[in-house]
């Protein structure tokens, strides 16, 4: 036990988990934002939707789609000019937020459109029919409906995102990826490298264990 602890540098091992959990959380809640935004917007300009246009749905599907079909890693690569511009480098954890919010974003969002398109149809025509305008439906009626798929899509999300830090760190984001890498597998040091797999591991469990735990609160089916 004492030869294991002796292999850890707890210092950088709390750091590089401050660093996934940064990452992790902030750009989980732009993903959130953004999605949401980009789904509802989808869901409105639908052919049956309350402001349909044809167009703009074309365009915002178009964008979802090649965004969801880029690999993380090649993402991170292509975004790395405009991650220099607005953070000023392309390494850390800062440098990793473009990246994970912009693969993660168009996912949610799809998962937002595919929640609001199940609530009842029935439902929203009871609304417009007790004369509820096209604002009252969206907040009263879509988003209270499809809450918990929207809830279960944040927590998937979020495992995700856990997932792609640890590839960002791999080439120079730092967290728990990072360390895994440079002081695990590079340094041939095992003991980190487990370690940090397991912590990895821990907050992928935290994660679904508390969506999960909302789902069912809110799920009143």
Same mark, same amino acid.
């Given at each position: 036990?004492?030869?294991?602890?002796?292999?850890?540098?707890?210092?950088?091992?709390?750091?590089? #988990?401050? =660093?996934? #959990?940064?990452?992790?959380?902030?750009?989980?809640?732009?993903? +959130?934002?953004?999605?949401?935004?980009?789904?509802?917007?989808?869901?409105?300009?639908?052919?049956?939707?309350?402001?349909?246009?044809?167009?703009?749905? $074309?365009?915002?599907?178009?964008? +979802?789609?090649?965004?969801?079909?880029?690999?993380?890693?090649?993402?991170?690569? #292509?975004?790395?000019?405009?991650? !220099? @511009?607005?953070?000023?480098?392309?390494?850390?954890?800062?440098?990793?937020?473009?990246?994970?919010?912009?693969?993660?974003?168009?996912?949610?969002?799809?998962?937002?459109?595919?929640?609001?398109? =199940?609530?009842?149809? *029935?439902?929203? =025509? @009871?609304? $417009?029919?007790?004369? @509820?305008?096209?604002?009252?439906?969206? !907040?009263?009626?879509?988003?209270?409906?499809? $809450?918990?798929?929207?809830?279960?899509?944040?927590?998937?999300? @979020?495992?995700?995102?856990?997932?792609?830090?640890?590839?960002?760190?791999?080439?120079?984001?730092?967290?728990?990826?990072?360390?895994?890498?440079?002081? *695990?597998?590079?340094?041939?040091?095992?003991?980190?490298?487990?370690?940090? !797999?397991?912590?990895?591991?821990?907050?992928?469990?935290?994660?679904?264990?508390?969506?999960?735990?909302?789902?069912? $609160?809110?799920?009143?089916?």
């Amino acid at each position: 036990m004492s030869s294991i602890l002796e292999n850890i540098d707890f210092d950088t091992m709390v750091n590089a #988990l401050n =660093e996934t #959990l940064f990452m992790t959380f902030v750009s989980l809640i732009f993903a +959130v934002i953004i999605g949401l935004i980009l789904g509802i917007a989808i869901y409105l300009t639908q052919e049956d939707g309350l402001y349909p246009n044809l167009f703009v749905n $074309k365009v915002l599907n178009l964008i +979802v789609n090649v965004l969801r079909a880029i690999p993380y890693i090649i993402l991170l690569i #292509l975004l790395l000019p405009l991650t !220099t @511009a607005l953070v000023g480098s392309m390494i850390g954890a800062k440098a990793a937020l473009p990246s994970l919010i912009l693969s993660s974003a168009p996912f949610y969002g799809r998962m937002v459109m595919i929640a609001l398109n =199940e609530v009842n149809s *029935g439902t929203i =025509e @009871a609304s $417009k029919a007790m004369g @509820a305008n096209n604002w009252q439906i969206i !907040t009263k009626v879509l988003i209270p409906e499809a $809450k918990p798929a929207l809830i279960s899509s944040i927590t998937v999300m @979020a495992v995700s995102l856990v997932g792609y830090t640890a590839m960002a760190g791999a080439i120079g984001a730092g967290g728990l990826g990072n360390l895994a890498y440079l002081y *695990g597998m590079v340094r041939n040091n095992n003991y980190i490298m487990y370690t940090a !797999t397991i912590l990895i591991l821990i907050i992928v469990f935290i994660i679904q264990f508390i969506g999960d735990y909302f789902v069912r $609160k809110i799920d009143k089916r």
